[in-house]
C-alpha cells in the first residue's frame, strides 16, 4: 500500500514570496491533515479535512495561509507572502475517517526555509 | 482540550527495557490514549493505542491506570535506531502534540 506523497521534499524561498505544497493522501482516506512542526516541537495542526470540507481550520493563519482539497482527494497548501518565521517542516497526515482514535499516517513533510 | 506531560527526554541503553510515563490529568471519558514515534527528518509514525488495562502489540506495550489520568509506554530490549521522539496523544475533538519525549539508547 502506497504511503502519504508530499512534494517537494525541501523548499528555500526568500520572505514575501509565495510556495506552495502538494499532498497525496492513502486512497480511499477520507480525512486529511496539514500539520507545520518548527524544529525542537510537536506538529501544531494547521488544518483537517473531511472528504473535501474543513473539519478545523483554528490554527491556520488565514491572512497569509490557504489550503484546499477540491476533490476530497489529494490537497495543496500555499503560503504568501512568507515570513522568516514559516520556516519549518510541513507534514500532510491522513486517516480513514475523523476521529481521535484514528491512526494519522504521515508523509515525510516539505522542508521549507524562508531567508 | 485534555493536555500531557512527558519526560523532555531520557536516555538508556541497548538490550534494556524502557519506559516512558505520559500524565493526563485532564482526560475526558471517550479519550483514547495514542503514542506516536518520530525519527529525524520523518513524519510521526503510530505505535500503540489504548483505551484502559493494558494493551501490546509487536513494537510495544501500553499500560493505564483505572483512573486514566497516566499512561506508561513500554519498549523492550530497545536498540540504537529506537532512539527517537515519542508523542503521547490524547483527545476528543482534536489531538494536541506536545514536545515529546527525546529517547536516546546508548551503545
Known amino acids: 500500500e502506497a504511503g502519504v506523497a508530499q512534494s517537494p521534499r525541501y523548499k528555500i524561498i526568500e520572505k514575501r514570496q509565495s510556495v506552495a505544497f502538494w499532498c497525496n493522501p492513502i486512497s480511499g482516506h477520507a480525512t486529511l491533515y496539514w500539520y507545520q512542526q518548527i524544529l525542537g516541537q510537536g506538529p501544531k495542526l494547521l488544518i483537517q479535512?473531511?472528504?473535501?470540507?474543513?473539519?478545523?481550520d483554528s490554527q491556520l493563519p488565514k491572512d497569509r495561509f490557504s489550503a484546499e482539497r477540491l476533490k476530497g482527494v489529494d490537497s495543496t497548501l500555499k503560503i504568501q507572502p512568507a515570513k522568516l518565521e514559516d520556516s519549518a517542516v510541513y507534514l500532510c497526515a491522513s486517516s480513514l475517517d475523523h476521529g481521535t482514535e484514528e491512526t494519522q499516517y504521515f508523509g515525510p513533510g516539505t522542508r521549507l526555509l524562508v531567508l | 482540550l485534555a493536555k500531557t506531560t512527558q519526560p523532555i527526554s531520557m536516555d538508556s541503553y541497548e538490550g534494556q527495557e524502557v519506559n516512558i510515563t505520559c500524565s493526563h490529568n485532564n482526560i475526558a471519558t471517550n479519550d483514547y490514549i495514542t503514542w506516536y514515534q518520530q525519527f529525524p527528518s520523518q513524519g510521526p509514525r503510530f505505535i500503540i493505542q489504548g483505551y484502559k488495562t493494558k494493551v501490546t502489540n509487536e513494537v510495544a506495550s501500553l499500560f493505564i491506570p483505572a483512573d486514566r489520568k497516566s499512561s506508561t509506554l513500554s519498549l523492550p530490549r530497545v536498540s540504537l535506531s529506537d532512539t527517537a521522539v515519542y508523542y503521547c496523544?490524547?483527545?476528543?475533538?482534536?489531538?494536541?502534540w506536545g514536545a515529546g519525549t527525546k529517547l536516546i539508547i546508548k551503545p
Open positions: 496523544l490524547v483527545g476528543e475533538n482534536q489531538l494536541i
Open positions: 479535512f473531511q472528504n473535501n470540507g474543513v473539519v478545523d
